[in-house]
């Protein structure tokens, strides 16, 4: 894509601001992505998060994206903005407020309800999203996405495209406008395609997604790769080919996988699907990307955080760290180290964003192929490499011939495990004329060149020279010959460490090489015209008034080089003067180490304030300011059985968590009730006759796409078959709205109870009241509150005052059926200079699962970060992002455990656990 004037390999990671309610968090995963070779984020704006409801946007949550916006253009970062309105991520109903689920018109379609309502949308979001585009100069937003993969292509669904394109101008929107082809249908491509069986659509470019590389195995074993697919100028073409159904525009992918999400009663994939979709995946899968010349390319997800309070989708759990590259602890893991040797290759190596298919070139091993590409302007050259099939992990060295301007050559390289790597050949290398290298190019500036291999294979760098150049094996062992016929200066190393060689060449600039291992190469930093070896992590770079101050992390004591920076500069980390040294080969070297972070100590959560609730199950209990059910029409797919009103919540304006009913009928109590209820992934519903205990059911998990309804039947002891007047209480946990991704109102399922039948009892003669959130968070949002007792009393809250309450310790060892809440509080003294990512670990967290019959909501200074389902599993540890904790002050924890009741089922030991920690 051409920004700014120039021409630009868009390598953007995709992060979920909604999942973090906390600028100073935003702030550390955008450096990280940054600092990992990203140029671009691209985030979806979930309007569901931001619309309590209808006509209401004016939570924190809508002004905090401005926030979002302007800590994207500080950390250097183009953005990618998707408002939806359609999104998916697994979010609550795909995205959409779930007061949608109540509206008559079909959603994604051009019924007028529907866009009156996305109008509303867009209007809020666009007003903030305008004012950041890099078009207009006041921010880094570079393209916009409407809607996302949007998979029907009938007249209402192209009117409804348009509309929202149209309004996106009409608010002002001017950069470049896209949506998210699901697969690769050749839906939705702009008018300058002329590609046959596409669908046209109101877009200025196409993209499409992937998500190729695999998932784990159910029992979380990482299983075999897959094949990686070439989804442009490699592969078959045509509407169905990927980018090839759109030929005037850039390749552009809009997500490809970067990890997974898990499922609720799964073994807990995330750390497998970090190591299926690791270092071997992304320069596998990233680099057919790369010689399919998708020039755009977003990996869905580089950091997704967490889904707290009622954010998930029936499909997910809390944790939506998805095996990505940064974890939901904001730690890095070993596949962002391979991540940023791609990222800085591809912004470094500018030819490469102007590539065609090159001619044929065969490998002397039928088990490895080589895709070529070549920039016509420059003569560059591009060589990679691939196992064939490229899902073959074997071991396999072999050769293949390069032709360029500077002649002929045989070319030996090496591919084992899962594993790819691309060669450059013919190209102005920091000044230097590089011939052809076995090594890759990871980056290079003034006077520098990075390369990079694996530990122990062998590679060769042939640089062109007229004259001998002085060739100086500063550090490592390589060995130089120059062939004053061709005037070809060839190294020959093979990768270990860090080898330094030093070139001197009359008419040319000095150039160090820096040759590195894997391991080697994750130490170094590119940071704007600075590389830096050695710290954890280095954010940002400012040179100054002859001072050169560099902001990171340190894990552990650790080495300090700089090369780029103005000679005798005075250099500061983190605020503190560095003493510096000249070091060999150039560049600076810090005379002693950076200091490693200060251990931490964390206070243990041992007792705890108690009270139980659950009121709501005596039959005394006074619900006259409740609201009755009585409305009979529902807009819901799931309609009331006949005879009976509508009971499900969304319709009474009560959407997320969990949402109680009473029954009131006369007569004899029948010998059973039968209850058809919705509840999302593992939803639970608890009943009660005249304030006993009838029991609980759980909506059945361990799949992937889980069933969401219930239809279940309690037995009422004989005792209770009496005459009336009767209570039946009934508790439903709704753990979210369907996703609508087939375009089918999905999200509109009922939730709550749908329907009740008792044996001899007529519908008609049970009058229903229901309770579900009393109001919205101002602050916390729609979606951080259900209506159990003590949030509708502000037992969740820090502030609330637990004193008259008892005092229990954790474990405990005895439960009531229904609702009871434990708080605590408890001090942090993190030091200020320390970050420490923490979480809240409940039970054991190598087991995914027990037999207690309990779960629970964590709400941490009154945001509900999640939820545990000890029989359903598999998450233990809830990552508590700064922002929500206060790691320099005191904490609350309130914990709403709802329980079977009895002794098992009564929660197990909780601890705050480190997910990281460094020094800042
Ligand atoms: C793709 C969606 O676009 C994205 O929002 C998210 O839901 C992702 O899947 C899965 O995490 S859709 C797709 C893979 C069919």
Known sequence: MIIDGRRTFVWSGEMHPFRLP?????????????????????????????????????????????????????????????????????????????????????????????????????????????????????????????????????????????????????????????????????????????????????????????????????????????????????????????????????????????????????????????????????????????????????FYMVSGGTSWGWLPAPVVYSSYDYGAAIDEGRQLRAKAQTLKTLGYFVQSVAP???????????????????????NAETGTNFYFAVHSPSSATTDDSFTFPISTVDGSYTVPLRLHGQDAKTLVADYDLAGNHLVYSTSEIETHLRGVALLHGRDGEAGETVLRYPSSPTVDVLDGAATADYDPTAGDLKLSYSHHGLIRVRITAADRPALTLLIADEDTAAQFWRVDDLLVRGPQLVRTARVHDGRLALTGDTTAAAPLEIWGAPAACLVTWNGRPVAVRPAVGGGLVAVRNLAGPRQITLPELTTWRYAAESPEAAPGFDDSGWRTADLTVTNSTTKPPAGQVVLTADDYGFHHGDVWYRGHFDGTAPAAVSVDWGGGGAGLIQAWLDGTYLGQRQIPSGVAAPPTRGNDTFAIPSALQVAGPHTLSIMVRNDGHNEDGGVNDAHKEGRGVIGATFDGVVPSAVTWRIQGAASVDPMRGPLNNGGLYGERNGWSLPGFRDRSWSTRSLPDDSAISGTAWYRTTFDLHIPADVDASLGLTIGDPSVPHNSRHYRVLIFVNGWNMGQYIADVGPQHTFALPTGVLDPRGRNTVALAVTSDGGEANAPEGIRLTTLGVSRR
């Open 22 to 298: 906390s600028p100073a968090l935003w702030r550390d995963v955008l450096q990280k992505m940054k600092a990992i070779g990203f140029n671009t984020v691209s985030v979806y704006f979930d309007w569901g998060y931001h619309s309590p409801a209808p006509g209401e946007y004016d939570f924190t949550g809508v002004r905090d994206m401005d926030r979002l916006l302007d800590i994207a253009d500080e950390a250097g970062l183009y953005v990618i903005a998707r408002p939806g309105p359609y999104i998916n991520a697994e979010a609550d109903g795909g995205g959409f407020p779930a007061w949608l689920a109540t509206q008559a018109g079909k959603a994604r379609s051009d019924a007028p309800d529907y866009l009156a309502a996305t109008d509303e949308w867009q209007s809020a979001i666009d007003a903030i999203i305008a004012r950041h585009q890099l078009s207009n100069g006041t921010g880094s937003v570079i393209l916009y996405q409407i809607e996302n993969e949007l998979a029907s292509t009938g007249t209402s669904q192209r009117n409804y495209l348009q509309h929202l394109y149209d309004k996106a101008r009409a608010d002002g929107i001017q950069v470049p406008i896209f949506h998210n082809d699901k697969g690769r249908n050749g839906y939705w491509v702009p008018a300058s395609s002329t590609v046959p069986g596409t669908v046209p659509g109101p877009v200025d470019l196409y993209a499409f997604d992937g998500y190729p590389g695999g998932t784990c195995h159910t029992d979380g074993t990482v299983g075999s790769p897959n094949n990686a697919p070439d989804w442009g100028i490699q592969g078959a073409g045509g509407a169905k080919g990927g980018a090839s159904a759109s030929n005037a525009t850039p390749g552009f992918v809009a997500e490809f996988g970067g990890g997974w999400f898990d499922y609720w009663g799964s073994v807990g994939t995330y750390p497998c699907t970090a190591i299926r979709q690791g270092p071997g995946y992304e320069r596998v899968f990233y680099g057919t990307n790369i010689a399919n010349r998708l020039t755009v390319q977003n």
């Open 352 to 374: 490469l964003t102007k590539v065609d298919k090159g001619a044929d070139v065969p490998s002397s091993s039928a088990a490895v192929r080589i895709e070529h590409t070549v």
